[in-house]
């Protein structure tokens, strides 16, 4: 069997969080390798062929902006997608200026949107018409469910 020309990344310090992203986008289209840090990651790219990177905001030692920064310089071909909690206006204005993302995404995410943006960055075609609509939380929905999860004493994922 051939591998897939469709590789993509995974970078998150948390393993609940990449597990749970690479099931979201399990594909036998997409070949899907993880990194628990910056440093693994970038040794990665150096040994493969990868197309889109998603890496968390929040990681020991640098953030995803910063990280996605030095994948700009040194792989500016790959496609770029930060995932955070983190809903402030300046993380989203550095993810754009400073990372040149592509997407920027929230969590807690919806598996179709992942999905469609992981599609769109590979540039294959979007979700039939006559698929459900995709839905996804506004940052401050997100934020009203966090704090709800907070008081009932549940745990993130």
Same mark, same amino acid.
Not at 1 to 23: F, Y
Not at 61 to 90: E, M
């Given at each position: 069997? #051939? /591998?897939?020309?469709? /590789? ?21 289209? =997409? ?13 990665? #790219?150096?040994?493969?062929?990868? /197309? ?15 990280? #996605? ?5 040194? =792989? ?20 754009? @200026?400073? +990372? ?5 995404? =929230? /969590? ?21 018409? @006559?698929?459900?609509?995709? =839905?996804? &939380? ?13 008081? &009932? +004493?549940?745990?993130?994922?």
């Amino acid at each position: 069997m #051939l /591998k897939s020309s469709r /590789k993509l990344l995974i970078v998150d310090d948390e393993p609940i969080a990449r597990r749970s992203i690479a099931r979201s986008l399990a594909d036998p289209e =997409y070949e899907i390798m993880q990194a628990d840090c910056p440093a693994q990651a970038l040794a990665l #790219l150096a040994e493969h062929d990868i /197309k889109v990177v998603i890496s968390d905001q929040h990681m020991p030692g640098v953030s995803g902006t910063s990280f #996605l920064a030095t994948v700009q310089a040194s =792989y500016p071909d790959v496609v770029r997608v930060l995932l955070t909690s983190d809903t402030s206006t300046d993380v989203f204005v550095a993810a754009v @200026n400073e +990372g040149h993302v592509r997407r920027v995404l =929230y /969590k807690p995410w919806a598996d179709e949107q992942i999905r469609s943006v992981v599609r769109q960055c590979f540039g294959l075609p979007r979700r039939s018409p @006559n698929a459900p609509p995709v =839905y996804s &939380l506004k940052p401050q929905t997100s934020r009203t469910l966090r704090r709800i999860a907070a008081i &009932l +004493g549940v745990d993130k994922a």
